[in-house]
């Protein structure tokens, strides 16, 4: 594995895009104080993954981007992009050629790409591991370092050595699984505690758990009078109702028999009339007799006095049928107030049952709320439950753990090449 290319654009001096092409043996890069030569190193540290500013000798992370000259415009954006032959297939991915791209935005946005696909640092960290190369590799080593090494703490050097022994990885991943350990630890501690409070629940919520059953009793026989107070309401409402319906069919059947009866006796009337005209006709003719032939007036004066007599009849005839007709208007605007009536009664009688029905509804809402946090305190006992079943589980797995790092921790197994083999993790 070697470094093949390193491709510029836009990073710290390097404005235009610039690539550098490297081949098997040594390459140098000269050149005069100021010309660029560091900042080749800058960016190989900053494409991998270097997050420390002052490592790349600037103020901040926006310095690294172009920052323009008086003949030139600031660039917009940093990128730098290292393309390794894998050939040998030293890092554990299947491609033979390796490109790992770095941009970096005046915004403060970033991205890494692995072969052209958006990637994460821990991937490209991951991906040097062990292999010198990275941002804290022994592969890059710039002015001063080799004092610093050797005049370090014993731990700066055993990171390096670490580093070149290949075991970094493992130890990376030993501290990760302590660390997992102590959260497991804290997470063990947080669910005694939950356990300790849910325990001095359990007590009010056995109260709370009877009141409620209590209540699901009282509730069923409520709904259950609710339904029977209905019914008989219902019952009492559709008697009323066929009752109005019953007097309401009287009245109309007196109402067309008063308006027959009228209709007769105004046929009546007219014919009586028609009568009277046709007498009084006749008696303007035996008048005209009369006074033609007084001989004939004896017999004449007997029949209209019977003809007058039989007016007279027929005049309070006609009188008592006005009277019966104003009776029967009369009669007629009382049935008609009555039917009023029986409206406005029939009208109360419906808001009445329609508050009825309301009051059920509320009483069934107020079920389902009910109903509801019933059944969600339900689930959450029987979450509480699994979470318990399964905390002792894992409790009951750490010794094992434990016993597994302690075997790790003493050196004991098999030797290779002087060293001892790392434990699999």
């Not at 067309?256 to 009339?273: D, G, N």
């Not at 059944?375 to 002792?392: F, P, Q, T, Y």
Request: glycine share 8%; charged share 35%; aromatic share 6%.
């Amino acid at each position: 594995m070697y470094l093949k290319s390193i491709e510029v654009q836009g990073f710290k001096s390097f404005a235009n895009k610039i690539l550098f092409e490297f081949h098997n043996g040594i390459t140098g890069i000269v050149g005069p104080n100021g010309s660029g030569k560091s900042n080749v190193a800058d960016a190989v540290r900053w494409v991998l993954g270097e997050q420390r500013i002052k490592q790349l000798r600037g103020a901040s992370m926006q310095d690294v981007i172009f920052a323009g000259t008086e003949a030139r415009k600031p660039q917009g954006f940093a990128s730098v992009a290292i393309t390794l032959d894998n050939s040998d297939h030293e890092l554990a991915v299947e491609y033979d050629q390796v490109t790992i791209t770095r941009r970096l935005y005046r915004s403060g946005e970033s991205e890494y790409r692995l072969n052209g696909s958006a990637c994460r640092l821990k991937d490209i960290n991951e991906l040097f591991y062990d292999t010198g190369i990275g941002k804290e590799g022994y592969s890059i080593i710039g002015q001063g370092q080799i004092d610093k090494i050797l005049s370090g703490r014993p731990e700066e050097r055993r990171e390096l050595f670490d580093e070149a022994a290949g075991i970094v990885k493992f130890k990376r991943r030993k501290v990760i699984a302590q660390k997992k350990l102590e959260d497991e630890k804290q997470n063990l501690l947080r669910i005694t505690d939950i356990l300790t409070e849910l325990e001095k629940q359990v007590g009010p919520l056995k109260k709370q758990s009877e009141a409620a059953r209590e209540y699901l009793r009282l509730r069923d026989e409520l709904k259950k009078y609710d339904a029977n107070l209905f019914l008989m309401e219902t019952e009492g409402l559709r008697a009323e109702l066929h009752e109005t319906a019953r007097k309401e069919e009287i009245a109309s059947a007196e109402l067309k028999e008063a308006v027959e009866k009228q209709e007769s006796l105004k046929t009546e009337y007219e014919a009586l009339s028609q009568v009277i005209e046709a007498l009084e006709r006749e008696i303007a003719s035996m008048q005209e007799e009369h006074s033609r032939a007084n001989g004939m007036n004896g017999s004449l004066e007997g029949q209209i006095n019977v003809l007058l007599e039989q007016i007279n009849t027929e005049k309070m005839n006609a009188e008592h049928i006005k009277a019966r007709m104003a009776a029967i208007d009369e009669e007629l605007r009382e049935k008609h107030q009555k039917k009023e009536e029986y409206e406005k009664e029939r009208e109360g009688i419906s808001a009445e049952a329609k508050e009825a029905l309301k009051r059920q509804e509320e009483a069934e809402s107020n079920l389902k709320r009910a109903e509801e946090a019933i059944r969600k305190l339900d689930e959450d006992i029987e979450a509480d439950k699994n979470r318990m079943i399964g905390n002792l589980n894992e409790k009951a797995a750490l010794p094992e753990t434990a016993a597994l790092h302690d075997y790790a921790g003493t050196g004991t197994g098999p030797q290779v090449g002087g060293l001892p083999e790392a434990p699999e993790i």
